[in-house]
């Protein structure tokens, strides 16, 4: 029997009077990947927000692997988008993916140079001749693997990836979703947002459709229908959209 790593129910988060999420509701299994689909400003980011617990929900229960938001904290893993940070900064690729064993090893204390749980995390993203670089030297696609080798270096459950195909090319994407395909293997459970619509969804379990509400969940062939797409962006894009998705995907 398949368990429950993400159950949403009735989630509503609002800054002020505007409100980013109404009465959402789904449930993401373990060892699954699923895709977080919309137009910009259609809560997105105030999902994964609410989710590490960044933003107080205005309603609702989430539960993280049976947990409160606050006591799951160390199972649940945000790698963010690429232009939310900051590259200037002199770390190398090894500083930023040791990062993620600082609970682990306790706050006050240092990360080991052969912490073995940041070796093999470089090891499975194809990062670790480049442990020395700079992070700002790398590319994109290397920066983002390095911000997925900080996660599971980690050892989290659950991952939550924010736009990570954004300015990477095809063979970083391609490496990416192998990396991802993985996690999934050992039963590690990924979330992310994208706006590729494309060949990249035949890779998903489930697609979440939002429009501030919960449009259509399920899989590709459920949710990427016209009519949903049409109510989460509007009729000027569903062709276009469902064309691509269809032509790649083999979908009737």
């Known amino acids: 029997m398949l368990s429950e790593a993400v159950v949403v129910d009735g989630l509503t988060v609002a800054y002020e009077r505007i409100v980013a999420l109404e009465d959402v509701s789904f449930k993401v299994f373990r060892g699954s990947i699923t895709a977080v689909v919309g ?11 609410a989710l590490v617990g960044q933003v107080k929900p205005r309603r609702g229960v989430i539960k993280i692997l049976g947990l409160d938001v606050s006591d799951a904290r160390g199972k649940i893993a945000y ?23 600082i ?4 706050y006050l204390r240092s990360v080991k140079k052969n912490d073995e749980k940041v070796l093999a995390a470089l090891e499975k993203t194809g990062l670790k001749e480049l442990m020395h670089r700079k992070i700002s030297e790398l590319s994109g ?24 195909l954004t300015g990477i090319d095809a063979e970083s994407e391609d ?27 035949e890779f998903f379990d489930n697609i979440l ?11 590709p062939e459920k949710v990427l229908t016209a009519e949903n797409l049409a109510s989460a962006y509007g009729s000027e ?10 032509r790649v995907a083999g979908w009737r």
């Open 39 to 49: 137009p910009n400003g259609s809560g997105k980011s105030s999902l994964f927000k």
């Open 79 to 101: 790698v963010p988008q690429r232009e939310e940070v900051y590259w200037d900064y002199p770390l190398t690729v090894w500083d930023v993916v040791a990062m993620g064993r």
């Open 103 to 106: 609970r682990n090893v306790g």
């Open 141 to 164: 696609g290397q920066q983002q693997r390095a911000f997925i080798a900080r996660a599971i270096a980690q050892e989290a459950e659950i991952y939550l990836l924010d736009e990570p």
């Open 175 to 201: 490496r990416l979703f192998d990396i991802l395909s993985e996690m999934r293997r050992i039963g590690k459970t990924v979330i992310m947002t994208t706006h590729d619509l494309s060949s990249t969804f």
């Open 209 to 219: 459709l939002l429009r501030n509400r919960v449009i259509a969940f399920g899989s």
């Open 237 to 246: 894009r569903v062709a276009m959209h469902l064309t691509d998705v269809g």
